[in-house]
């Protein structure tokens, strides 16, 4: 059993010798008229999208998805982006919405629960993927971190799929579809290892937000499912059941966000008496503060 771990390390890392290279090499690939996909929210490359903006000026038609983009993006800064690409958002955060007004942006409309259907059976495929993903683990695989999503379908059909590594992303398990194996990646990035993006708490609860809150909560029973946004509201409702004697409550939801670390925290988080993932804590994203990469 040793030996065969041992030999199957030293594949994987010939395998990476093989694939590193730098970000102004990788990004060679992409020409013009090509699609991409930048990865979602916080797997947005950093070093893979300047290395972009460097090579933008000599391209032209280039369509790019992504969404929830948590910082500016260097393509954005280049002279005429509109005469070079066009950025179609899935989910537009603020930046993307001043995109629209700089003419290189559009909302792409689609139910976010459909998006891996729609990669796997209504798209022919994606020339270059490019995403942030944590450092590869001992059996060959790079995590998606938390922001999974749709990731696994977007990946499948790809032509060209470029990672680069940040050691600062955390691992999120789910047990299938959070991350992909070396063999399916064709070049490895290092990156400058960047904090990774906040999209920050939400406003702070008004008084009105705390009032219905307490509305809320009152009604919520021992063992319920949760799902919970960001926001004034969301924050108060989540404050509030962490300090409520509810107990044994499941989560189920898109985003993962701060008003969960504190519920999880003060021990009301079991996911006993969901009716699927029973014992997990279920979503699709998270963004927020830091605090979420606590747990």
């Given at each position: ?164 590594v940040n050691e600062n992303m955390p691992r999120c398990l789910g047990g299938f579809e959070e991350g992909i194996h070396i063999s399916k990646v064709d070049m ?47 924050n108060a409702v989540g404050s509030l059941i962490a300090e409520s004697d509810l107990k044994d409550l499941g989560v189920h939801t898109e985003m993962y966000v ?38």
């Amino acid at each position: 059993m040793e030996f065969i771990f041992r030999r199957t390390y030293y594949v994987i890392h010939a395998r990476i010798s093989k694939k590193l290279t730098t970000a102004d090499e990788a990004v060679k690939v992409v020409k013009s008229g090509d699609r991409l996909e930048y990865g979602w929210c916080v797997t947005t490359p950093v070093a893979l999208d300047e290395a972009l903006a460097k090579r933008m000026p000599d391209l032209e038609n280039i369509q790019i998805h992504g969404g929830i983009v948590m910082r500016p993006l260097a393509i954005t800064q280049i002279e005429n982006p509109a005469d070079h690409f066009t950025w179609n958002s899935w989910h537009m955060g603020g930046l993307e919405r001043k995109w629209i007004n700089e003419g290189f942006s559009f909302y792409a409309p689609i139910r976010y629960s459909e998006l891996p259907s729609y990669y796997r059976d209504c798209l022919p495929g994606t020339d270059v993927v490019m995403m942030q993903v944590a450092p590869m683990d001992a059996h060959g695989y790079f995590n998606f971190g938390p922001s999974a999503s749709h990731t696994a379908a977007m990946l499948e059909k790809a032509k060209c799929v470029i990672v680069e590594v940040n050691e600062n992303m955390p691992r999120c398990l789910g047990g299938f579809e959070e991350g992909i194996h070396i063999s399916k990646v064709d070049m490895i990035v290092e990156g400058n290892n960047p904090a990774i993006d906040e999209l920050g708490g939400g406003e702070a609860a008004t008084e009105v937000d705390q009032a219905v809150a307490r509305l809320i909560v009152d009604q919520i029973p021992d063992g319920a499912c949760l799902q919970l946004g960001i926001g004034g509201m969301p924050n108060a409702v989540g404050s509030l059941i962490a300090e409520s004697d509810l107990k044994d409550l499941g989560v189920h939801t898109e985003m993962y966000v701060d008003a969960f670390v504190d519920i999880a925290k003060a021990g009301k988080i079991t996911g006993a008496h969901k009716n699927i993932d029973r014992y997990r804590q279920t979503y699709a994203f998270a963004a927020g503060t830091k605090n979420y990469m606590i747990i």
